[in-house]
């Protein structure tokens, strides 16, 4: 019997990825995906489990679908991902309204939930975290204009503060193959920015045969028909000269590169378990910026961590007063239960916090001086559409990613469709926004 199925994803891009996978499995089998809760036969809430915050968002979700539920506004509510993947013991306790459960290793499974829940029954799984990567199709959700394309599941890591590897396994790469296929078939639906994730995609293959095979994918990924390819998250202790060689010679691989740093210190990297020190850091990023010209970074940074006293965080701001990198997600340390960092002694959370307030303070400094240096400047600018509230075009160049970055405001007499691309020649800027025209207009 066919049902309406709405969904929720909540949390980063491979999250939306495995939305997207259900979705298709349940639109496969016959089902309805309904865009609003109100009157369909089943809620799918997708969570995410790696910091509090995000446990709290995923609790507020799943109590709203509750009420409706006890409004007779819907019928049955399934919690996959994370959440329930770190808190298999306690969801079924604390979450009594919640009709089925599936882990991160059991997201094929939605199907059989589905009509599991709705013939009256209770269902919960958990299958094996440190399983192939499943390969099948997909709901695209967001714009057709870009697509995320994850590349590898898992993480071996083992950052001392990050709870991934235990929710998500072992590092496991995609077959190269099935990557490409799906890409390709993303280049026909007409993807035009292709956003290439994993937790840590510079590992890309090292579960094959220990040697790095991202730069050889990325050379095949630039030969189909795209025309930015965007790179999400590059570890600094796994780039290699080849690798940075593709990046700066293939025009399709966006000069933006987001390599997640969380902290400068010796001290503290050696004790959160990250590969490299200072020192090694520094190189690479010199390295990065000498060998691609007008590289733009993106990094995150944590405040607080276990080890950070006054004059850690004084070398922390110093360091990126020093580079400069003009993207940066700012977050104060959450002792997440099940890390080792959460055993270690650390400054309170409000401390952590009032350090977060002050790094981001030196972020948008470094943000506005950037900004300022394009004044003048023509940029390529992905077009998103009208945005009638600012009465202006909104955009994006190869300088922000797509709901992590900003946006680029631009005026045009002409009308411009989503989805083109267009030379925006910069004239301003707006609460760290850049504002700008259509360059064809001078």
């Given at each position: 019997m066919p049902y309406n199925i709405h969904f929720i994803s909540l949390g980063c891009a491979k999250n939306v990825v495995n939305c997207e996978q259900m979705m298709a499995l349940c639109r496969d089998?016959?089902?309805?995906?309904?865009?609003?809760?109100?009157?369909?036969?089943?809620a799918v809430v997708n969570?995410?489990?790696?910091?509090?915050?995000?446990?709290?968002?995923?609790?507020?979700?799943?109590?709203?679908?509750?009420?409706?539920?006890?409004?007779?506004?819907?019928?049955?509510?399934?919690?996959?991902?994370?959440?329930?993947?770190?808190?298999?013991?306690e969801i079924r306790r604390e979450l009594p309204e919640v009709d089925g459960?599936?882990?991160?290793?059991?997201?094929?499974?939605?199907?059989?939930?589905?009509?599991?829940?709705?013939?009256?029954?209770?269902?919960?799984?958990?299958?094996?975290?440190?399983?192939?990567?499943?390969?099948?199709?997909?709901?695209?959700?967001?714009?057709?204009?870009?697509?995320?394309l994850r590349i590898a599941e898992g993480c071996d890591n083992w950052c001392a503060f990050c709870i991934i590897p235990k929710l998500r396994g072992r590092y496991r790469s995609r077959p190269m193959a099935g990557v490409l296929a799906e890409a390709k078939d993303l280049a026909a639906r007409g993807v035009r920015e292709l956003i290439v994730v994993a937790q840590d995609i510079t590992r890309y293959g090292t579960d094959w045969d220990g040697?790095?095979?991202?730069?050889?994918?990325l050379e095949e990924l630039c030969k189909l028909d795209f025309h930015w390819i965007r790179l999400h998250y590059l570890y600094p202790d796994q780039m290699d000269s080849r690798l940075i060689d593709v990046i700066a010679r293939e025009p399709k691989i966006l000069k933006y590169l987001d390599i997640p740093l969380q902290h400068c210190?010796?001290?503290?990297?050696?004790h959160m378990n990250r590969r490299g020190?200072?020192?090694?850091?520094?190189?690479?990023l010199d390295t990065l910026r000498e060998r691609i010209p007008g590289l733009v970074l993106r990094t995150s940074i944590i405040t607080g961590l276990?080890?950070?006293?006054?004059?850690?965080?004084?070398?922390?701001?110093?360091?990126?007063?020093?580079?400069?990198?003009?993207?940066?997600?700012?977050?104060?340390?959450?002792?997440?239960e099940g890390t080792p960092a959460a055993q270690m002694e650390r400054v309170d959370t409000e401390e952590a916090e009032r350090r977060a307030e002050l790094v981001v303070d030196i972020q948008s400094r470094i943000m506005d001086e950037w900004n300022e240096s394009l004044l003048g400047e023509t940029l390529e600018v992905l077009c998103e559409g009208f945005d009638g509230q600012s009465m202006s075009y909104v955009g994006r160049s190869y300088a922000e990613s797509p709901d992590i970055d900003g946006k680029i405001y631009f005026s045009s007499e002409r009308e411009i469709k989503a989805g083109s691309f267009v030379p925006v020649r910069i004239?301003?800027?707006?609460?760290?926004?850049?504002?700008?025209?259509?360059?064809?207009?001078?």
């Amino acid at each position: 019997m066919p049902y309406n199925i709405h969904f929720i994803s909540l949390g980063c891009a491979k999250n939306v990825v495995n939305c997207e996978q259900m979705m298709a499995l349940c639109r496969d089998a016959g089902h309805t995906l309904r865009e609003t809760p109100e009157g369909a036969d089943a809620a799918v809430v997708n969570t995410c489990g790696f910091l509090s915050s995000a446990n709290e968002e995923a609790i507020e979700n799943i109590l709203r679908m509750s009420a409706l539920k006890t409004a007779g506004q819907l019928k049955k509510i399934i919690v996959t991902g994370c959440m329930p993947q770190r808190y298999q013991a306690e969801i079924r306790r604390e979450l009594p309204e919640v009709d089925g459960i599936l882990g991160t290793g059991s997201y094929k499974q939605i199907v059989e939930a589905v009509e599991a829940v709705m013939g009256g029954g209770i269902y919960e799984r958990y299958d094996d975290i440190h399983a192939p990567v499943d390969e099948f199709g997909r709901v695209l959700t967001t714009p057709e204009r870009y697509a995320y394309l994850r590349i590898a599941e898992g993480c071996d890591n083992w950052c001392a503060f990050c709870i991934i590897p235990k929710l998500r396994g072992r590092y496991r790469s995609r077959p190269m193959a099935g990557v490409l296929a799906e890409a390709k078939d993303l280049a026909a639906r007409g993807v035009r920015e292709l956003i290439v994730v994993a937790q840590d995609i510079t590992r890309y293959g090292t579960d094959w045969d220990g040697q790095h095979h991202l730069a050889e994918l990325l050379e095949e990924l630039c030969k189909l028909d795209f025309h930015w390819i965007r790179l999400h998250y590059l570890y600094p202790d796994q780039m290699d000269s080849r690798l940075i060689d593709v990046i700066a010679r293939e025009p399709k691989i966006l000069k933006y590169l987001d390599i997640p740093l969380q902290h400068c210190n010796d001290g503290i990297l050696r004790h959160m378990n990250r590969r490299g020190d200072k020192a090694y850091i520094e190189d690479l990023l010199d390295t990065l910026r000498e060998r691609i010209p007008g590289l733009v970074l993106r990094t995150s940074i944590i405040t607080g961590l276990p080890g950070e006293g006054e004059a850690e965080f004084e070398e922390l701001c110093q360091f990126l007063w020093d580079q400069r990198m003009p993207r940066a997600g700012v977050f104060p340390y959450s002792p997440e239960e099940g890390t080792p960092a959460a055993q270690m002694e650390r400054v309170d959370t409000e401390e952590a916090e009032r350090r977060a307030e002050l790094v981001v303070d030196i972020q948008s400094r470094i943000m506005d001086e950037w900004n300022e240096s394009l004044l003048g400047e023509t940029l390529e600018v992905l077009c998103e559409g009208f945005d009638g509230q600012s009465m202006s075009y909104v955009g994006r160049s190869y300088a922000e990613s797509p709901d992590i970055d900003g946006k680029i405001y631009f005026s045009s007499e002409r009308e411009i469709k989503a989805g083109s691309f267009v030379p925006v020649r910069i004239t301003g800027a707006m609460d760290g926004e850049l504002t700008g025209e259509l360059a064809e207009e001078e």
